[in-house]
């Protein structure tokens, strides 16, 4: 057998709607573009959703709605904390932004942040956090929103919304979430932003996207779509659709903003994905059930998807292998390709990747992160394994890693 890590489940529902956008005239941002905000939004029950070009741009929309960083009218000594176990997107940003980057180490016995090390960071510099809801499981919410606010008073707004804030804002890296919940609330629904992403390998994908939502009571969600929107499209003050209305050609530059607009080619993907989703989360999960029942019996660390807290969106299979180093790892991920199966690590910890140590930052400061990274693997989770394959699946690696264990 030769199994893919990750590929896009695309059907014919998928194709025709792409088909559509094109053949409609209408391929860049518009109507089809807003349908999908809109639905967005409804599943994730917020009032509104902005789709860009990818998570990446969705995170770095949210610190400049924020007013974060010298970039966007903010200070240089603004500061955000980021998980050192991540994507480099959750921390690119900060950087995007002129803000100052922190990174936290990983508890020492989970891929979650060090919450204590967390709360000990933030300072009257301290802006925002972007937690990571890792492989699709929430992050511990009710400690992060327990920390900020316990932190409250070191707290100064330098922008309206966060002013309306009131706080350090909370500003989820949900780019493997998208379906996931935390005590009932829809992921989307809970941080005071979140970021979604649709790339190709995605539980939902658009090939390339993503979707910002917010939940910030005191303020008017029009009004900060509406400055998305300058952000996204140059600062135009009307959109291309707008524009197509009779006699509105002129337009106004509020600001020499930037260019991340999603297309209605991709939004007609992810129309055709949403109307799927429900029976893609369940697959995900029915997969997650028979890897758990197979693997845990091996004493191989695997995560918890599914609690009485949270629901995950099931999107990453992370297993961690007891006793091994980053070498036996290897050797455990080579013996899986040569049997046809293709594996993957999450992640590599920011402090090892040569753009962080020009930054300063030093592996030697996060041994957690270390621990975790060195003798972790992911499997393949994905609607387009057959059930002969997860078994294939499962049989390759029980066989491979005993030899380990």
Request: negative net charge.
């Amino acid at each position: 057998m030769k199994i893919p890590f990750s590929p896009p489940d695309m059907t014919e529902l998928e194709a025709q709607g792409a088909a559509e956008a094109i053949r409609s005239g209408w391929i860049t941002t518009g109507p089809k573009t807003k349908e999908f905000e809109r639905q967005i939004a409804e599943y994730c029950h917020v009032n509104k959703a902005v789709c860009l070009n990818s998570q990446t741009a969705c995170a770095e929309m949210a610190l400049r709605l924020l007013g974060i960083g010298a970039e966007n009218g903010g200070s240089s000594f603004d500061e955000v904390i980021v998980p050192a176990y991540t994507y480099t997107a959750s921390a690119s940003v900060v950087c995007h932004v002129g803000a100052k980057l922190v990174l936290i180490d990983s508890q020492s016995d989970s891929l979650e942040m060090d919450y204590e090390a967390l709360e000990n960071a933030i300072n009257e510099h301290t802006k925002a956090i972007i937690p990571v809801d890792l492989g699709g499981i929430p992050c511990d919410y009710d400690r992060i929103f327990a920390i900020v606010k316990n932190k409250k008073h070191l707290f100064k707004a330098t922008s309206a919304v966060q002013e309306a804030v009131g706080r350090v804002a909370i500003c989820a890296d949900a780019a493997h979430a998208f379906g996931a919940s935390w005590h009932g609330k829809m992921v989307g629904s809970i941080a005071d932003f979140s970021s979604f992403s649709f790339h190709a390998v995605k539980n939902l994908t658009t090939a390339e996207g993503g979707a910002l939502t917010w939940n910030i009571p005191r303020i008017d969600d029009g009004e900060l779509y509406h400055q998305a929107q300058l952000y996204s499209l140059h600062g135009q003050s009307k959109d291309a659709l707008a524009k197509t209305q009779l006699g509105a050609w002129e337009y106004d530059i509020i600001g020499p903003w930037y260019k991340c607009n999603m297309t209605d080619i991709m939004a007609a993907i992810g129309l055709a994905q949403l109307s799927r989703y429900e029976g893609i989360l369940e697959r995900r999960k029915e997969i997650i059930g028979r890897y758990d029942a197979a693997f845990r019996k091996l004493g191989i660390g695997v995560l918890m998807h599914y609690t009485d807290k949270y629901q995950s969106s099931g999107h990453l299979y992370i297993t961690r292998i007891p006793g091994i180093g980053s070498e036996q790892r290897q050797e455990i991920i080579v013996k899986m390709a040569e049997a046809g199966i293709a594996t993957n690590v999450h992640y590599k910890p920011l402090p090892m990747m040569t753009a962080y140590k020009k930054l300063g930052f030093d592996i030697k400061d996060y041994p957690n992160a270390y621990k975790q990274f060195k003798n972790e693997i992911t499997l393949p989770l994905h609607t387009k394994l057959t059930d002969e394959e997860v078994e294939y699946v499962i049989e390759k690696y029980c066989e491979i890693v005993e030899e380990y264990v």
